[in-house]
């Protein structure tokens, strides 16, 4: 009975060009694997940057001013409405697109955003609250004044900024089709914020006054006069997960006061603890007092 002689290791013929294949694929892995490129080292470098532990500032006088590293929490409300499908406190993260975070080791512009059940500070949910016209690191920033906010995204060299524009047929939000916000690298006016006063009778009263740190505040785009809000009850398919939607959107009660989904503190940094936050400190005095109350009832 014939033998087949033949074989990949004879090198003549198909199989002399499926072994020069095969080694040719191994010296392309091997390359890419050396310089950090390939796909599974791409998608952890991207996720342990965006994940990566930061220290927000810590304020003394109670204040937020420039230069400040905070977190933007859309805080929870008890009296919300019924459907959402994230309660609690969430903070603003960047977002990045999930095929592009696949393809790509570094951030891609324009990048999304959404908010999510964060609590500690990371690379994703930490901005630095940035002067528009010139350097006023240090000062404290104040109600009706122009600001910018950046965030890094953990990387040591890379600087996007809070960004809206007005809606169009192109571009808009992904699920409820209202004005996006997103990240850009471009310095422009659509990069610029104001904080204002949540009580609309006492707004005009506090122009020009310092803005609280870890209060209630509303974050108002200059551009297209809009405000940031969270969609709790619209969930976004993330590179993380389900997370809840962001736009640019002023919602009003019946009378005529912004409803809970434009409320947003800037928390700032626990001067008891590097690694958590004020919002934490405030929840865990809450904690204590209604225990302790507890505990000298009738």
Known sequence: MAQNLYGPG??????????????ELMKDFLEKRDKGKLLIQRRRSLK??????????????????YGDKVMLVNPDDPDTEADVFLGG??????????IQSHLRDELEVP??????????PIGRNTFIILSVHR???GQVLRYGQDFCLGITGGFDNKMLYLSSDHRTLLKSSKRSWLQEVYLTDEVSHMNCWQAAFPDPQLRLEYEGFPV?????ILINHCHTNRGLAAHRHLFLSTYFGKEAEVVAHTYLDSHRVEKPRNHWMLVTG????ASSTMLDLAQTARRGHS????????
């Open 10 to 23: 004879v090198r003549i013929g198909n199989w002399n060009e499926d072994v020069y294949l095969e080694e």
């Open 48 to 65: 342990q940057n965006l994940l990566r532990p930061m220290q927000l500032s810590m304020t003394e006088d109670g204040y937020i001013h």
């Open 89 to 98: 406190d969430l903070s603003l993260c960047m977002t990045p697109d999930e």
């Open 111 to 120: 990048c999304g955003l959404s908010a999510v059940q964060a609590k500690t």
């Open 135 to 137: 350097d006023a690191t």
């Open 212 to 216: 609280l740190a870890n209060a209630k």
């Open 270 to 273: 626990n001067p008891r603890d």
């Open 291 to 298: 225990s302790h109350g507890a505990g000298h009832g009738p």
